[in-house]
């Protein structure tokens, strides 16, 4: 299994274990951004 890490973790972190794997998903968003988060989840 390949292992990817990234040093400049400024996102938000969630960790979720299922069974015996772990899951690490790290978030980021752009500050520059005009459009809000519930723009972008009705957009999705």
């Known amino acids: ?3 990817n890490k990234n040093e400049q973790n ?3 972190k969630t960790i ?3 069974g ?3 899951y690490e998903v790290v978030v980021h ?3 520059n951004a005009t459009e809000t ?3 972008k ?3 999705i």
Do not use: C, S, V
Request: proline share 0%; net charge positive.
């Open 41 to 43: 989840l009705k957009r």
């Open 16 to 18: 979720k274990k299922i």
């Open 29 to 31: 968003f752009n500050e």
């Open 10 to 12: 400024t996102g938000t």
């Open 37 to 39: 988060m519930q723009d």
């Open 1 to 3: 299994m390949h292992e």
């Open 20 to 22: 015996k794997a772990t």
